[in-house]
Nanobody, 118 residues
Framework: VQLQASGGGLVQAGGSLRLSCAAPGSIFSTHIMGWYRQAPGKQRELVADILSGGSTNYADSVKDRFTISRDTAKNTVYLQMDSLKPEDTAVYYC?????????????WGQGTLVTVSS
């Protein structure tokens, strides 16, 4: 299973970027879709996720600046990032997970680098 992430790049502080992640339909419709990030020297952390029903969850550090959404017609999840700060600089990873007692079904996309200059 491949998650195809795209949209990273270099942006000045205060700017915006939109990340995209395409997933197979069988995964997209049944898994929680999310974005994580990992800055140099830090652990990977959850940025935001969205359930199939549309409920969302955000890290406190990105609330009111980032918006996660999903397009069921395109099997794609987006992360709209506004008011970017230098501390948002990280490699961003798309994730799809389905929790189960028998073992979680978990997939990662390749990372996409976001660099925010001051």
């Amino acid at each position: 299973v491949q998650l195809q992430a795209s949209g990273g790049g270099l942006v000045q502080a205060g700017g915006s970027l939109r990340l995209s992640c395409a997933a197979p339909g069988s995964i997209f419709s049944t898994h929680i879709m999310g974005w994580y990030r990992q800055a140099p020297g830090k652990q990977r952390e959850l940025v935001a996720d969205i359930l199939s029903g549309g409920s969302t969850n955000y890290a406190d550090s990105v609330k009111d600046r980032f918006t996660i959404s999903r397009d069921t017609a395109k099997n794609t999840v987006y992360l709209q990032m506004d008011s970017l700060k230098p501390e948002d600089t990280a490699v961003y990873y798309c994730n799809a997970i389905k929790y189960a007692l028998s073992g979680d079904d978990n997939y990662w996309g390749q990372g996409t680098l976001v660099t925010v200059s001051s």
